[in-house]
């Protein structure tokens, strides 16, 4: 099992499909789309990391040493430093791109390390007492997911 969850992680940039959205590139766009709250907007910690496999029907896979930030700006740009540890050690990545989303669907996209377009697709949940944000994001092959729990700056998990 940990077998599978460290060759996912290694192959994750080359898993989640192209899928592209048209994404605005000008902030009075973005801001006319509906808003959530405004603490929707800060840098929020990463604190777990499950990926959902439907293929192998087993119980999903949680990655460990998960940690870094996710800072989504009111302008719909975004910077993610997201870190996890495998077998041979911390693993990080790093996307800076433009967010986009409508009701509880959010999407981000970015250029890969081969400078090809990308966006991720999936939902958000804001819980903005507790500063809980959850990401459950598409993956590949389709209904294989990946969720991501972060709390907001300032906040304990």
């Known amino acids: 099992m940990l077998f599978v969850l460290l060759s996912f992680l290694s192959a994750l940039p080359a898993l989640l499909a192209p899928l592209p959205l048209p994404v605005s590139s000008r902030p009075d766009q973005f801001a006319a789309q509906q808003a959530p709250a405004a603490s929707f907007f800060t840098t929020y910690t990463y604190t777990s990391y499950a990926i959902f496999d439907q293929g192998s029907g087993q119980e999903p896979l949680y990655a460990s040493g998960v940690g870094g930030t996710l800072t989504l700006r009111p302008d719909g740009s975004y910077a993610k430093r997201l870190q996890l540890t495998n077998g ?3 693993v990080s990545f790093a996307q800076d791109g433009r967010f986009s989303f409508r009701g509880d669907q959010i999407s ?8 090809q377009p990308r966006t991720d697709q999936g939902t958000f949940r804001l819980d903005p007492k507790k500063g809980l944000l959850v990401l459950t994001i598409q993956g590949f092959p389709a209904g294989n ?13």
């Open 145 to 157: 997911k990946g969720v991501y729990t972060l709390t907001a700056a300032g906040r304990r998990p």
């Open 108 to 115: 981000f996209s970015y250029t890969d390390g081969k400078g």
């Open 88 to 90: 041979g050690g911390p």
